[in-house]
């Protein structure tokens, strides 16, 4: 199993910035990838970015791209999310996502609500 805790939501205006932090515990030798994923107001859960535990790769959503980035602490087991020059339209709940060969977990959520 592995638990993971996101924390660094909050309010912000746009044109912002916040960072997200997730923090994993457990069996988290068996991670091979984390990344973000989103989820407004009466829409689907969407892919944020993710980074590979093992190389250090990452991808983004079109419509994170220039503005968020994903990076990993792997003798914390934390990955981070820095979102700068947000947008009305970034907010949602946020959520961790780990990945094993066995599984995916994912953590509570943290909201991020940005004003115009």
């Known amino acids: 199993q592995v638990q993971l805790v996101e924390s660094g939501g909050g309010l912000v205006q746009a044109g912002g910035s916040l960072r997200l932090s997730c923090a994993a515990s457990?069996?988290?030798?068996?991670?091979?990838?984390m990344g973000w994923f989103r989820q407004a107001p009466g829409k689907e859960r969407e892919f944020v970015a993710a980074?590979?535990?093992?190389?250090?790769?990452?991808n983004y959503a079109d419509s994170v791209k220039g503005r968020f980035t994903i990076s990993g602490d792997n003798d914390k087991n934390t990955v981070y999310l820095q979102m700068n020059s947000l947008k009305p339209e970034d907010t949602a709940v946020y959520y961790c996502?780990?990945?094993?060969?066995?599984?995916?977990?994912w953590g509570q959520g943290t909201q991020v609500t940005v004003s115009a």
């Open positions: 980074i590979s535990w093992t190389g250090g790769s990452t």
């Open positions: 457990g069996r988290t030798f068996s991670i091979y990838s």
């Open positions: 996502a780990a990945r094993t060969n066995k599984s995916d977990y």
